[in-house]
């Protein structure tokens, strides 16, 4: 498992679209906190914005590293695995260590550990500009918090969980194209669809909270698309519960890729 796990890394860091992930995640992860932290700053200072009180926003900047910036664990967890089929690198592979579950265990730590990575990144975004953004404004980021903490380390398992996601869909649907496509369609339009047309009725708001997005959401915290929400307020599961359900859809990627398309000749 070792020797495998090494061959895995080494395999990852030799190639460019780990750190090109990671230099895009940091972009637009930091952008958009700034983005918030002055957006929810200036509107506290507005009528009517009382609502929108000194602990809420720091938490609403900081997790935006999981609100908008999963897509690139989970993106990266799925090219580390369609690459191998893209490129028949898997034969290789396969041959030097032919215990399959080897392998793909392999490939689901590796993937956890630069789940931690990306994690660390868009937190190196998040908290520095974000709180930069806040403490330019006057407010309190809250960095000496034990709450802003915890929901700091649920960003990256929440993060970590996303690249393990990615790794199982990667094994489930080998090919890159198609994976790719819908890792992009469902991030960015099916699931905010059906999140807004789950949320205008409450046995449909349970529902919804069993999306992947929602969950996420729900282990992190705190969210921009969920924190002004009545609906998702009341419904939201519980932190370890989004946990475990973010949880259950890596375990069943992984186990029903590993059922079919992993026992298939790669040659």
Known sequence: MLRSLRSELLKTTTTRIWWILAII?????????????????TIRDQPGGEAITADVVPPLVYSITT???????LLFGALSTTSEFRHQTLTPTLLATPRRPVVLGSKVIAGALFGVVYALVGLLASVGLGALALSVTGEDALLGEPDTWALLGRI????????????????LIPNQVAAIVIVLAFTQFVE??????????????RIGGYLPGSASDALVGS?????????????????????????????????????????????
């Open 25 to 41: 995640l940091f972009g637009y992860v930091g952008l958009t906190s700034a983005g918030i932290a002055l957006l929810f700053t």
């Open 67 to 73: 609100a908008v910036g999963y897509v690139f664990p």
């Open 156 to 171: 990256v398992l929440a993060m970590l969980l996303w690249s393990v996601i990615g790794v199982g869909l990667g094994v």
């Open 192 to 205: 905010p669809l059906l999140r807004l047309a789950s949320s205008f009725w409450e046995w449909t708001a």
């Open 223 to 267: 969210s921009v698309f969920t924190a002004f929400s009545g609906a998702a307020a009341t419904e939201a599961l519980e932190w370890w519960q989004g946990g475990l359900v973010l949880g259950g859809y890596a375990l069943v990627f992984i186990v029903a890729g590993a059922l079919t398309t992993w026992r298939r000749d790669v040659t």
